[in-house]
């Protein structure tokens, strides 16, 4: 199973050809997930941008999350976030938390594979594995 980044969400969005051709590659999982983090995220960059019209951009993002399999930052997961995010800050190798929040709603879900642009950081991560494009 794979789980799909803020970064490949806003770059499929944008028609980026190497995440057109991931998704291509995607289309043949029987599950691909996304996280209400990464909602969160990309429509956070939506609604921060002046005189556009928001509700046709979010319409455009909705039909995009329809997509994907949808998870949520609950109990369990929560937590397998804040582990992840204490032994970075511990190791000195933070990333943002909703980077740790994504990573631990996909290992609490059992999804060890994250698709993203964002190599780097969730290659910091035990137990992540990083596919990018």
Do not use: W
């Amino acid at each position: 199973m794979k789980i799909v980044d803020t970064t490949f969400i806003i770059d499929l969005s944008r028609n980026v050809p190497a995440a057109l051709q991931k998704s291509l590659e995607l289309n043949k999982e029987d599950r691909v997930f996304c996280t209400e983090v990464s909602i969160y995220e990309t429509l956070m960059g939506v609604f921060s941008i002046k005189n556009i019209d928001h509700e046709g951009k979010l319409q455009k993002f909705e039909d995009l999350f329809d997509k994907f399999y949808i998870l949520g930052l609950d109990h369990e997961s929560a937590i397998k976030s804040a582990k992840i995010a204490g032994q970075l800050i511990l190791e000195g190798k933070a990333i943002s938390h909703t980077d740790c929040m994504i990573a631990g709603i996909a290992l609490s879900n059992n999804i060890n594979t994250i698709v993203t642009r964002d190599k780097e950081h969730f290659e910091r991560i035990k137990g992540i594995r990083v596919e990018s494009y």
